[in-house]
């Protein structure tokens, strides 16, 4: 097992209550891996103390990279949230604790 945050990076960005990550290797082999390992289903699970919707997966192969769109995953959203940080940025620390084969 492997921890995400061996072999990439991530960026993430929030709108009210939607949360997008990305998931970008540091070498363009791992790619393909990435593909196989890391699905919405995976990502959901590890991140189910968080996202209560839908997660979609976007493939984008120009660029080596994935993007996952989690639904229902900020609360009632940022500018609502009096949490200290209710933005998804710190999100994406989260996901590449993720491990994988």
Known sequence: ??????????????????????LIPFEE?????LLREVTAEKVKAHLSHLIKGEVI??????????????YQALGPGVTTSLALDAHGKSLSYALLEMEIE
Do not use: V
């Not at 097992?1 to 990305?22: P, W, Y």
């Not at 082999?29 to 891996?33: A, R």
């Open 1 to 22: 097992m492997i921890k995400l945050s061996k072999i990439a990076h991530s960026r993430a960005g929030d709108k009210g209550n939607i949360l997008m990550l990305s």
């Open 29 to 33: 082999k791992d790619y393909e891996w």
């Open 57 to 70: 997966r976007y493939e984008i192969p120009g660029i080596h990279a994935l993007q996952f769109t989690c």
